[in-house]
């Protein structure tokens, strides 16, 4: 039988998981556009060749769009084997330590490219070992949030294990930042004098971090204490269609999928906002990312208490809207009358609060939509609603970054920068979407809450 309490032994280990795919994520969304495709004052040469057709369609533009979009096309076949699983070990963990390991190998690969300088071998390159990152980033994180659901059966359990998650999030995103810090003292200290190897070294390490990190879950929870031995048995077709006919999950996921489009272009937009904008290194990445993520944290406290007392529903709009007008900022960046410090410093400190909201409450939505179709149906696909959540946040979070990699050809170099302030614009427009789609969701009540 399920346990009515989790220990915070297992709020710990259920958190080390997400830190550790949070730093492999946030390494490609950060790194991926500044490395191949680096603006003019940042040391480095482009790794791919720069041709743009239409005026805005470039290289990288493609590959993340095709790339991303077959592996998000799998995400619903892997919650549907998962969800289907009659492993001894339970229906989540066997995919995960499966996933693991080649999670991390496969995202220091991406920037290990065949030459040093801008080849089109490069190009295929980088297709084949994002799509492979992608494609185990979901067998591992598709099992691993739908253990929120498989563990959390009551609300304060699923505030509990989301905020883990986020704390998780968040500190591994600080530590995907560090790797700017760690290539100015990888290059302080001499081992290098090359720029693009600094990189390579912080990343290699860092992902030897991330696969240590998500090994802890995958070897440390004993999913069979939690969760009993059910199991679909429907084909992934039926599930799929199961999920995408619920109302909520549908309003849900547009809105999610828009606000991570809108945080894909931010994220990726950060080390040339803080370089070719406001003219500061970019190893001040890590300082400002740390402020979030502290801002963030000291939020969650107050979040995990309100979680379970006030509307989600409008706690969630109101986040979305203040997300919008932070985001707006970023069209401001380098034109006012203050410290280009302490410009990034308002924008990041702003941030902290709605993102520590949009951090914890969405996988308890998801969770809610769940056990409410569950109650409803007598159905046992917690994954696939997870999976399906994944597929959105993936279209997502690959129009943003295509959508960055676009705007970019406006200008993302210092006094012609025009393609990265319309990035905030962009972004902010998003976000504002997500409230008023939002609007219409219709907060469920299920027999476990």
Same mark, same amino acid.
């Given at each position: 039988m399920p346990q009515s309490k989790l220990p915070l032994r297992i709020l710990i280990i259920y958190g080390l998981g997400c830190f550790g795919w949070s730093i492999g994520l946030n390494i490609i969304s950060v790194l991926l556009n500044y490395i191949y495709l680096p603006p003019t004052n940042s040391g480095m040469h482009d790794l791919i060749p720069g041709t743009v057709w239409f005026g805005f369609v470039n290289i990288i533009s493609i590959i993340l769009l095709t790339g991303r979009g077959l592996d998000a096309v799998l995400d619903p076949l892997i919650a549907n084997l998962s969800d289907k699983s009659k492993s001894k070990l339970g229906r989540r963990i066997p995919f995960m330590r499966w996933a693991f390991l080649p999670l991390s190998v496969f995202c220091a690969l991406v920037?290990?490219?065949?030459?040093?300088h801008d080849h089109a071998a490069n190009i295929w390159w980088l297709a084949v070992t994002q799509m492979l990152f992608y494609f185990f980033f979901g067998l591992y994180t598709i099992p691993y949030n739908?253990?929120?659901?498989?563990?959390?059966?009551?609300?304060?359990?699923?505030?509990?294990?989301? *905020?883990?998650? @986020?704390?998780?999030?968040?500190? #591994?995103?600080?530590?995907?930042?560090?790797?700017?810090?760690?290539?100015?003292?990888?290059?302080?200290?001499?081992?290098?004098?090359?720029?693009?190897?600094?990189?390579?070294?912080?990343?290699?390490?860092?992902? =030897?971090?991330?696969?240590?990190?998500?090994?802890?879950?995958?070897? #440390?929870?004993?999913?069979?204490?939690?969760? @009993?031995?059910?199991?679909?048995?429907? +084909?992934?077709?039926?599930?799929?269609?199961?999920?995408?006919?619920?109302?909520?999950?549908? =309003?849900?996921?547009?809105?999610?999928?828009?606000?991570?489009?809108?945080?894909?272009?931010?994220? *990726? +937009?950060?080390?040339?906002?803080?370089?070719?904008?406001? #003219?500061?290194?970019?190893?001040? #990445?890590?300082?400002?990312?740390?402020?979030?993520?502290?801002?963030?944290?000291?939020?969650? +406290?107050?979040?995990?208490?309100?979680?379970?007392?006030?509307?989600?529903?409008?706690?969630?709009?109101?986040?979305?809207?203040?997300?919008?007008?932070?985001?707006?900022?970023?069209?401001?960046?380098?034109?006012?009358?203050?410290?280009?410090?302490?410009?990034?410093?308002?924008l990041v400190v702003s941030f902290g609060i709605p993102n520590a909201f949009l951090q914890i409450l969405p996988n308890t939505v998801v969770a809610d939509i769940a056990h409410q179709e569950r109650d409803r149906a007598g159905s046992n696909e917690e994954a696939m609603f997870f999976g399906m959540r994944a597929f959105f946040q993936k279209i997502g979070q690959t129009l943003g970054i295509t959508v960055f990699a676009m705007l970019i050809t406006l200008g993302k170099d210092p006094g012609h920068d025009l393609g990265l302030r319309m990035s905030g614009v962009v972004g902010a427009v998003l976000c504002a979407f997500a409230a008023v789609i939002y609007i219409f969701y219709k907060e469920p009540q299920t027999k476990a809450d």
């Amino acid at each position: 039988m399920p346990q009515s309490k989790l220990p915070l032994r297992i709020l710990i280990i259920y958190g080390l998981g997400c830190f550790g795919w949070s730093i492999g994520l946030n390494i490609i969304s950060v790194l991926l556009n500044y490395i191949y495709l680096p603006p003019t004052n940042s040391g480095m040469h482009d790794l791919i060749p720069g041709t743009v057709w239409f005026g805005f369609v470039n290289i990288i533009s493609i590959i993340l769009l095709t790339g991303r979009g077959l592996d998000a096309v799998l995400d619903p076949l892997i919650a549907n084997l998962s969800d289907k699983s009659k492993s001894k070990l339970g229906r989540r963990i066997p995919f995960m330590r499966w996933a693991f390991l080649p999670l991390s190998v496969f995202c220091a690969l991406v920037f290990i490219p065949l030459y040093r300088h801008d080849h089109a071998a490069n190009i295929w390159w980088l297709a084949v070992t994002q799509m492979l990152f992608y494609f185990f980033f979901g067998l591992y994180t598709i099992p691993y949030n739908a253990l929120l659901a498989d563990l959390g059966h009551d609300a304060r359990a699923k505030v509990d294990l989301s *905020t883990a998650q @986020s704390v998780g999030f968040m500190a #591994g995103a600080m530590v995907s930042a560090s790797s700017t810090a760690a290539v100015w003292l990888i290059l302080h200290l001499g081992i290098t004098t090359d720029r693009l190897s600094a990189y390579q070294y912080a990343i290699i390490a860092l992902n =030897i971090i991330a696969a240590a990190c998500m090994a802890v879950p995958a070897f #440390g929870i004993k999913e069979r204490e939690f969760h @009993s031995r059910q199991h679909t048995t429907g +084909g992934a077709f039926k599930s799929l269609t199961a999920a995408l006919k619920n109302r909520n999950f549908r =309003i849900f996921a547009m809105a999610d999928a828009s606000y991570f489009m809108a945080i894909a272009i931010i994220s *990726t +937009g950060l080390l040339y906002y803080i370089r070719a904008m406001l #003219g500061l290194d970019e190893s001040l #990445g890590t300082a400002f990312m740390l402020a979030m993520v502290v801002i963030t944290m000291i939020s969650y +406290g107050f979040v995990n208490k309100v979680g379970t007392i006030y509307s989600r529903k409008k706690m969630m709009i109101a986040s979305f809207a203040v997300a919008a007008l932070v985001f707006g900022e970023i069209f401001f960046l380098g034109h006012v009358p203050l410290h280009p410090i302490l410009q990034a410093s308002v924008l990041v400190v702003s941030f902290g609060i709605p993102n520590a909201f949009l951090q914890i409450l969405p996988n308890t939505v998801v969770a809610d939509i769940a056990h409410q179709e569950r109650d409803r149906a007598g159905s046992n696909e917690e994954a696939m609603f997870f999976g399906m959540r994944a597929f959105f946040q993936k279209i997502g979070q690959t129009l943003g970054i295509t959508v960055f990699a676009m705007l970019i050809t406006l200008g993302k170099d210092p006094g012609h920068d025009l393609g990265l302030r319309m990035s905030g614009v962009v972004g902010a427009v998003l976000c504002a979407f997500a409230a008023v789609i939002y609007i219409f969701y219709k907060e469920p009540q299920t027999k476990a809450d």
